[in-house]
């Protein structure tokens, strides 16, 4: 009698289990999702075992602003990048949790889907699935594990159905480090140039530069020879604004590479002309997100520009184009005249990239 009651109670707990467990009463209808892109930038790549799905978009934007992911649940990826700040945070170097002060600057994550280089200021990472790891587990940031953070999104009370619409898991069991990353991945892939800046409109004939605009702009891609060459757009050359390669832009001011305090690209590649290369970021956006470089070591667009107008600090690996560029104090000026022209309002106000 005693066994058999135990044996029930067993089998009833066991019911249980698999019913808190499996998720097959939830509904998977996936629907892929067209990323909207304006007819000036070109298709991104997907990857085949990651394709946009409208559930898979919505979990990952979840996570992405959920303080879940962190150690003590009290910090998100969007502390680091927040959307007013085209998903960068406004200081030198980042802030992770309790308050520690991180060794770079954060980085916009504006049409992210489109790098095709490694990721990073120093590119250690090549795909934005893979990328997802380094944040969770570094102690400066979220410092989590994998193992306790699945286990919270297991037992949360949204997330195992929001994972089985997202990829069609049977059992909450399935919810791992793998599908996390591709979830997060893919709300990143979503963060595009809306197409409505000034100068995308100037490109498709809807506006017109003012003369200064023009003047920077002229500069800014060395069209003719009578203005001095700023030579920003081979670097930061269009429709991206970046080649998204790494440089040493001159900013340190060493003789010698070994004295690089943060050695970037080095650090991935050991090859010693590559220290002090760091990626080339973006331009779109970039007025509206000072402080600037690695280390967030300039405030003002203007400081920018003095940096390459005076040819910047040399070292061997110094790029040729940084090199004195005889910028009068207008031409400089007009040159930021037209990097606001970058500036992406409809992205920085899109409601679908905003807390869910
Ligand atoms: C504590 C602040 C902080 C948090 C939290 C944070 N990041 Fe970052 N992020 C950074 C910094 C700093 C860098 C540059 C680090 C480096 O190059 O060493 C960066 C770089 C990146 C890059 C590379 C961008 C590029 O152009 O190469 C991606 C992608 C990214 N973060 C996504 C995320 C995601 C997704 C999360 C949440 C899972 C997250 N970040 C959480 C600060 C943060
Ligand atoms: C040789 C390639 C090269 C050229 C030419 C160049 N840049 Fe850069 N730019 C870079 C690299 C590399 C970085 C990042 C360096 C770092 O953080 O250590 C950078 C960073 C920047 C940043 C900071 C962006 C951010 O998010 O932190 C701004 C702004 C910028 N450049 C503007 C310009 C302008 C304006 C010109 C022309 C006057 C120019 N660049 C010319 C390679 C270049």
Known sequence: MLLLLIGQALSCQKEEIEKKTDLTQFPYQ?????LNISSNYPDMRIPADNPLTVDGIALGRKLFYDPII?????????SCHNQDLSFKDGKPLAIGIDGQIGRRSSMSLLNIGYNSFPLFWDGRVSTLEEQVDHPINDPLELDHDWGTLKEKLKNHNQYPRLFRAAFGIETVEDIDEDLISKAIAQFERTLISSGQSKYDKVLRGEATFTDDELQGYLMFFDVVPDLPDAECGHC????????FEFKNNGIENVTDLNQFVDKG????????????KFKTPSLINAMINPPYMHDGRFQT????LDHYNSGGHRQINTDPLIQPLGLSEKQKFQVIEFI???????????PSYSAP
């Open 30 to 34: 996936p629907k892929s999702f067209e």
């Open 70 to 78: 962190s150690r003590d649940s009290t910090i998100s990826c969007a």
């Open 236 to 243: 930061h050359a269009e429709p991206f604004f970046t080649t």
């Open 265 to 276: 690209r080095f650090e991935v590649t050991m090859n010693e002309l590559d220290i002090g």
């Open 301 to 304: 667009m203007e400081e920018v």
């Open 340 to 350: 606001k022209t970058l500036t992406d309002s409809n992205f920085l106000e899109n």
